[in-house]
């Protein structure tokens, strides 16, 4: 169907210009022929050369700012929020900017979409809202319990949303997804931070006893789970979007290691996070039912996502530093 209008708040950072590309690229049928607008503050994590060679709109502003929000919403059918502060160590070191944007921010666009009438919006979230879990995995239904400050903002953005779809019938659903990887995150989170580390010959920092446990999700597996809520969700439902392979953070290293061609002396173990949560797991079984599937096997994403970096040396910078890239 031709004419369809999507708005994607986020759309300069890592998972939300994958999802850009891959509405531009035809990849989600029913929105062939979409025209895509991006708003998008470019923090540190946002990147407008994450968009370069993409025929999209892009406004640069505040997911908390109502008036920008009044002229941007109305017209687009479809609004996914990927939006957010999104790394738990910033939110340990400050946590005001977090629950701005992942709380405020995401009420301000709620109700700019219920003043423009939109049709459809989903708010993308995370398995950390629900705290850790030893063994099993949540359903959709299972109580928050956020842990760090980034889990907590979250879990308010997802309340508001869960409020709004209640209260005033907005069509708002959610998704909650796992550790996410696969080309151009901000070297920051620890697959892209130990890839470029170790394609220069640099130690890489382990966490505690390495025995932290995520389940890896590609970031195109995330975005087609994403696209299905949008088309088939029902408004105020929580959907799962599980990875492809469950792994301590010491296998995880290993595997970057081996294809990296280095060693355990490359590895520091350093004081562990603050408050780290031991494990996440999803039962995706709900968006399972709607016809969803991880395509990507954790083999095949990490090779390429270990070639892409090798491929982009401008990505190698010091995430410490904290500073905007220099492109
Ligand atoms: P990211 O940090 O790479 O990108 C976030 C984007 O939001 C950036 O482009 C940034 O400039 C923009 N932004 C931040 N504050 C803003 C504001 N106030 N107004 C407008 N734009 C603003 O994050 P990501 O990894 O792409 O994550 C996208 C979403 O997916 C987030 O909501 C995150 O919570 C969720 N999520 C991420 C993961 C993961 O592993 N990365 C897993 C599950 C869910």
Known sequence: MSGRRVLVTGGA??????????VLAGDYSAYADAEVTVLDKLTYAGNP????????????GDLCDPELLAKVVPGHDLVVNFAAESHVDRSIAGAADFVRTNVLGVQTLLQACLE????RIVQVSTDEVYGT?????????????????????KAGGDLVARAYAITHSLPVSITRCGNNYGPRQFPEK??????????????????GDGGNVRDWVHVEDHCRGVQLVAERGEPGE???????????????TERLLRACGR???????????????????????KLRGLGFA??????????????????????????????????
Not at 49 to 60: I, S, T
Not at 133 to 152: C, H, M, N, Q, V
Not at 241 to 252: C, K, Q
């Open 294 to 327: 991880p395509r990507i096997s954790f083999d095949e994403g990490l090779a390429e996502t270990i070639r892409w970096y090798a491929d982009h040396a401008e990505w190698r910078i010091s995430p410490s530093a904290g500073q905007k890239r220099d492109y």
């Open 13 to 22: 950072g890592f998972i939300g210009s994958h999802y850009v590309r891959a």
């Open 133 to 153: 879990i030893d063994s099993g995995s949540w359903d959709e239904d299972a109580a928050l319990r956020p842990r760090s400050p980034y889990a907590a903002s």
């Open 49 to 60: 050369a994450n968009l370069a060679d993409m025929r999209c709109e892009f406004v640069w």
């Open 263 to 285: 060693d355990w002396d490359m590895v520091e173990y350093v004081a562990d996070r603050k408050g780290h949560d031991r494990r996440y797991s999803l039962d995706d079984s």
């Open 190 to 207: 620890v697959i892209p931070l130990f890839i470029t580390r170790l394609l220069e010959g640099r130690k890489v920092p382990l966490y």
């Open 116 to 119: 423009a009438g939109t049709s």
């Open 238 to 252: 929580v959907y799962h979007i599980a990875g492809t392979a469950e792994l301590t953070n010491r296998e995880l």
